[in-house]
């Protein structure tokens, strides 16, 4: 990716000739981030820019970001939406449960979560994929969108390659 490239990638909104859709949009998006987050040590410098990532490539999104696990309790990251609860217990909401589960949670529409911890009124649906440094999760991506029925298999396959991208290079 020539620099020019780089600097349009980090400053554009969402292009569909530049992402795409399905595996090619997650191919490109997975890319943009390695060229971010490469080379640069600090953990908050590089999810911040993961979530502007996200934000602004992925359409019809109205928040996404990171919950770190501080002794033992999720605890609000960088991330890029409306503000939002701060410490969410393993096992509470969409995010603790995906934490304490170990696995990727797909709700299609957060109001049929038992237990959706609301924290912007707008989402509708949200994606939890955690994130693992040697063997633990040290955190989770969260992703919420206004529309029902907003993330699907391809988005699960897509954000847990990302997750492994910034496993690889951040350090929590
Ligand atoms: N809905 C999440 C809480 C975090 S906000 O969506 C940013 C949950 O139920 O865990």
Request: aromatic share 6%.
């Amino acid at each position: 990716m020539s620099h020019q490239d780089h600097h349009e990638a980090e400053h554009t909104p969402f292009r569909m000739e530049t992402y795409g859709v399905g595996e090619e949009f997650y191919r490109t998006l997975n890319a943009q981030l390695k060229s971010l987050i490469e080379g640069e040590p600090d953990a908050t410098a590089n999810l911040a820019n993961a979530s502007a990532l996200l934000h602004q490539a992925m359409p019809e999104l109205n928040w996404a970001g990171f919950y770190l696990m501080k002794d033992g309790v999720l605890v609000l990251g960088p991330f890029q939406g409306k503000p939002a609860c701060i410490r969410i217990p393993l096992g509470k909401g969409v995010c603790g449960t995906a934490a304490s589960e170990e696995r990727t949670l797909v709700v299609p529409d957060v109001h049929l979560f038992p237990g959706h911890i609301a924290c912007d009124p707008e989402s509708a649906s949200e994606i939890v994929v955690p994130l693992f440094q040697d063997g633990r999760v040290v955190g989770v991506l969260d992703i919420d969108s206004p529309v029902t029925r907003r993330f699907g298999e391809m988005d699960r396959t897509g954000l847990e390659a990302f997750v492994e991208v910034l496993g690889r290079h951040v350090h929590l």
